[in-house]
């Protein structure tokens, strides 16, 4: 249960609604219970104008306790309806507050946890979780405040009436709370289980849906259609099992409010007989014991729910307890610097223990270029991701104009980088809101321009819908080369103080690369620029180049002194010269 504490401090936020919620509860099973004895007092009336009958008024007495008895449940009826008016909309709330929270906690973390986490992970704590957590401050609550009221009233009228009576008429319902809830842990593994299935159905479907055109060509789709009727047969045993068990429930329920029922009245006999109660008081206990016995049954549903609740809340908090690895420790405003140094930089991935970098040293002049030039898995985006701190160091000194890269200002730091990622990675969305991801106002003459110094302006113009096609997953499907170009001009527009281009014109052909360069000076004339890749023609106006080689710094100087000696950069030069 303690895991739950967290939720308290929405408790808090919510209190007005919270204690509202609690008054109507009690207000509504006030108006719950007066029926009973109305119908007591109704029928012992009956029972005595039979044996002395007065004149006139029976009828009239009659349709006025019906009227009461009708009014009392009207009103119960209003006050039910406010009372999940407060509590249930209480609980919206909370739930809309949770999965900001958990949102943005998601987006501070770093992205080795993400590299450690299943993203269908993360996605099912913001909303499975979620809503078993809702469930237990929504109707678990409510049920259970309301469980604690009606039992107060419902037994204080009992005893008032017939203390034997309420012994005999409440023995039944320990069982019936003790079983509900051994059936409703039950039913609750069994559902899981299902939910287990059905996601394994939907990353099934999700899989063959984004790689069909792989299926189409390798003609694979029998064996996709296998594992995926196997899944659904799993699904459906597991469903009719849940079925199975459901179905003992309701008639378990209704077999111990009857014993109850037989018992009340049984007993209730005696006791008229021996003149101890009225028959009235019979009709008035078999009232009670019915509106006992739901709550009692939903006492095992209600503890059942709070487990799971808590279970699910556990896994929220242990994402909500993570410190980001990488932090801002200042909060003022810095200047970011062009001149960067890295001074023996090292770095080992936590998860792979692969060494990525191994003393790496070099200096860029603010203004300069810098290429990074290795074969793949070198640490070229190694280094790129430690510049803009998506990474942080294990040991050496990265430093921006002097000042450390850690007492810079994250967000300063990040907002002066313009990252031009390998893959391209597009959202969904227009080509305009993509191009101009990195601000809120859309200022259209320089998405135009940004789009042509990337060299993909005639192409958008070609689209039908030109700057308002959609991309990304459910839009048109963009070549690799066209993705690179829409991430460059995403990069121009933010219009940032230092550029990285990570290998993002690999999949371009030479002649867009060379046009490309060419805008490119223009463009980064007076900033630093990191430009990374394999292809040795891409560093035609660097004024400095590194090579790396597993990660270790093999070489370094520029175009011209590098093919002057012999090194691993001569001998790529050479080869990629003569296709
Ligand atoms: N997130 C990560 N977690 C663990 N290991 C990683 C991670 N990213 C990269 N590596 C490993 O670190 C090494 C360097 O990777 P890096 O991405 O820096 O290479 P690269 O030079 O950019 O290669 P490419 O040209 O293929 O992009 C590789 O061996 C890679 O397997
Ligand atoms: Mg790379």
Redesign the pocket.
Known sequence: MHHLKYLNKFFWKYKQTLCLGIAFIIVANIFAIYPAEFVREALDYVLQNIEEPKTGNLSNTLVNYGLLIVGCAILKGIFLYFMRQTIIVMSRKIEFDIKNEIFNKYQQLS?SFY?ENKIGDLMNRITEDVTRVRMYIGPTLMYAINIIVLFFLVITQMLAVSKTLTAFVLFPLPILAISIYFVSSKINRQSEQVQAQLSEITSISQETFSGIQIIKSFTNENNSLKVFFESCKEYTRKQIKLVKIEAVFIPLIITLIGLSTILTIYVGGLEVFAGRISAGNIAEFIIYVNMLAWPVASIGWVTSLIQRASASQERINEFLNLEPRIRNFNNAQTLISGDISFKEISLT?R??K?K?LDKISFDIKEGSTLGIF?????????IANLICRILDLDSGNISFGHIPIKKLNLNNLRSSIGYIP?DGYLFSGTIKENIAFSKDVIDENQIILSAKKADILDEINKFQDGFNTIVGERGVQLSGGQRQRLAIARAFYKNPDIYIFD?CLSAVDANKEKEILKNLQNETKNKTTII?S?RISTFQNADKIIV?NS?VLVDSGNHEELISREGFYKEIHISQSKK
Not at 374 to 382: E, I, P, R
């Open positions: 992205i590299n991935y998860d792979t692969i990525a290795g074969k793949t898995g070198s640490g070229k985006s190694t390998q290998d990374i394999h790396l990660g």
